[in-house]
């Protein structure tokens, strides 16, 4: 099962370099002078956020397996692993956001005119999708050195982690909602206010939680 997870994140992020270089040869002919006729810069452009996406992978797997407990019982124990098919589940999805991301920026380079009225929008609501199911997420988290609140007293508490982490992502959750809601009904020059209001506040509360609930852990 873990494997399968693993080749999950491989599918996606080769499908991005696949993706890039069909594209790449069809930047010449939609510039045929400019800034991407140059090898270098077209390179960049069709090939960064694919690279970005396997850098993420290999970085975050790393750091999750540095953070397993030692011994062979730990890396038996079903709990261990549970945490990390949820860090690999989150994983996934921020990968998926990338790639698609990466596609609309393809399409608008090639000069797919269709999706000139709605790539802008369609990038906002796609990262208020991440930001619901990344929360959704968020709660099963266990302490790791990847991804989550990482401060010194949740990485040594599990009690705290999860009760902060259960906050959190009610918080993440709600600014996805909000996010994707945004990207669809606000107009593009308000589009980034409610979100970001409601992520600050978010952000406020899930502080004054966490110290409490450490303050609480104390007694």
Known sequence: ?????????VVVFAAGFLTSSLAYGKLSAA?????????????????LLPTA?????LLVRSLV????PAGPAAWASTETHDAD????????????FVMSIHGLVLAVLLRAEWIYPWAGRAVVVLLGMLLIT???????TRPNAALGIRTARTLADRRLWMSTHRIGGYVVVVVGIVTAV???????????????LVGLGGGLLTMVCYRRFAAIQEF
Do not use: C, Q
Not at 134 to 140: K, Q
């Open 53 to 57: 996406a396997a850098v993420i992978y």
């Open 1 to 9: 099962m873990k494997r399968r997870r693993d080749m999950r994140h």
């Open 134 to 140: 990344v929360g959704n997420l968020r709660p099963r």
């Open 182 to 196: 945004s990207g669809v009904f606000v107009t593009r020059a308000n589009m980034p206010v409610l979100p970001a």
């Open 31 to 47: 510039y045929p002078s400019g800034y991407l006729e140059a090898p270098g810069p077209k390179a960049l452009v069709t090939f």
């Open 65 to 68: 397996i540095a953070s397993w």
């Open 85 to 96: 098919d949820v860090v690999s589940d989150i994983l996934f999805w921020i990968l998926l």
